[in-house]
């Protein structure tokens, strides 16, 4: 009814790669925000 299950896990696998990818950049970018001299209110959002 919803297609192959072998591309139905393909797909799940894949986006559980891709998922992973994008939470290993957000740490990243989150502790380049938190060490950065910025000091605004601009900063403070960005940061929360």
């Given amino acids: ?3 192959d299950m072998t ?3 393909s797909d ?4 559980r ?3 992973e990818d994008m939470r290993s950049r957000a ?4 502790a380049q ?4 001299n ?3 209110a601009a ?3 960005f940061r929360t």
């Fill in 1 to 3: 009814m919803y297609g």
């Fill in 7 to 9: 591309t139905v896990h």
């Fill in 12 to 15: 799940a696998s894949y986006l």
């Fill in 17 to 19: 790669t891709r998922a």
């Fill in 27 to 30: 740490l990243q970018l989150t």
């Fill in 33 to 36: 925000a938190e060490g950065m």
């Fill in 38 to 40: 910025w000091n605004s």
């Fill in 43 to 45: 900063a403070q959002a």
